[in-house]
């Protein structure tokens, strides 16, 4: 059976209240599916502003925290106290108000910093060598906190996380992908490292876009009127090829975009109501993973029932 993708859902709110609310829900929504079928919760995070539409999560009933296993879609090799840090900005904005135990939360191995990276992080490295070996040692790491998590949950080549939550940068970047880097045509590593990121600091680690467009759920948020033309450009001129436009997980996975009125000014892509679901209302029905699910599996019997025939 080939390999199909969904269009991009996206939904408009009034204002940041309610944006950030709805997204806590979906996550919440996006947990339940994900327990209720697997007895956990894989999700990656960004940095950005993102980290702040999460705080609303802090306070929500029904959270079953300790299921969670926590990645982030791209870092910075900082330390993790570092202004720059992604985990920094999540730590602040939700993750230290929540009870995950640390074991939880996946970010680099500190133990792999050189000296210069601990105290000179942002600074051009004396040694590119070093620097270069260090970054890849760093993304192989990484890469291996993937495996000993999804190890043995399936047979795919890639990991299938529950859900990706992304940010749109001004240039449509996502994650660490850039319009016309070499690392969008990665293909095979789960975790890359980028030593030339256009957005300093230059040093980082992403996910690849193989692993987002395997995942069950991504979802972008974007807010602002300064917004406005990238996020027209990338649902109404997919065809350009901006990084955001190039999250499409295969079928049943789906992508969403959570924005207010200001940054969907100018787009001109359907716009779909969000849907809030109460705690005891969550169910297949309700999901449209779970109606892809039952989708792909009818089509699958019917299959096997043909050939049969």
């Known amino acids: 059976m080939p390999h199909t993708t969904a ?23 996006a947990q339940t599916d994900a327990i209720n079928h697997r007895g956990t919760f894989t999700i990656a995070l960004s940095g950005g502003s993102l980290p702040n539409q999460l705080k609303p999560l802090a306070e929500m009933e029904g959270v079953a925290w300790d299921k969670w296993q926590v990645f982030f879609a791209d870092e910075r090799i900082v330390p993790l106290d570092h202004p720059e840090s992604n985990y920094a900005a999540c730590a602040k904005a939700f ?22 990276t601990k105290t000179n992080p942002t600074d051009e490295p004396k040694d590119a060598d070093e620097a ?10 990484y890469e291996q906190q993937l495996v000993h998590t999804f190890a043995g949950a399936n047979s795919a080549r890639y990991p299938t996380f529950d859900l990706i939550l992304l940010g749109m940068g001004p240039d449509g970047h996502t994650c660490s992908l850039f319009p016309g880097h070499p690392l969008l045509a990665e293909s095979t590593r789960w975790v890359a490292e980028i030593l030339d ?14 692993v987002l467009n395997h ?53 001109v892509y359907p716009q779909t109501e969000y849907k809030w679901i109460q705690q005891e209302r969550i169910n297949e029905s309700e999901d449209p993973i779970g109606a892809e699910r039952r989708k792909m599996k009818a089509e699958m019997d019917a299959a096997v029932e043909a050939a049969n025939a």
């Open 7 to 29: 269009p991009p859902v996206l939904y408009t709110f009034d204002d940041s209240s309610k944006l950030q609310n709805s997204l806590a829900n979906f996550i919440l929504k």
């Open 95 to 116: 993750l230290d108000h929540v009870p995950l135990k640390r074991e939880q939360i996946h970010t680099l191995n500190t133990a792999l910093f050189t000296d210069f």
């Open 132 to 141: 270069e070996n260090e970054a890849i040692e760093i993304a192989d790491d």
């Open 197 to 210: 990121s256009p957005k300093p600091p230059a040093r980082r680690i992403t996910l690849t876009f193989p």
């Open 215 to 267: 995942a069950f759920r991504c979802a972008f948020v974007a807010t602002g009127e300064g917004k406005q033309d990238t996020l027209a450009t990338i649902l109404d001129k997919p065809e350009e090829g901006l990084p955001c436009s190039r999250v499409r997980p295969i079928s049943p996975g789906l992508v969403f975009w959570f924005t207010d009125k200001a940054a969907a000014g100018k787009v």
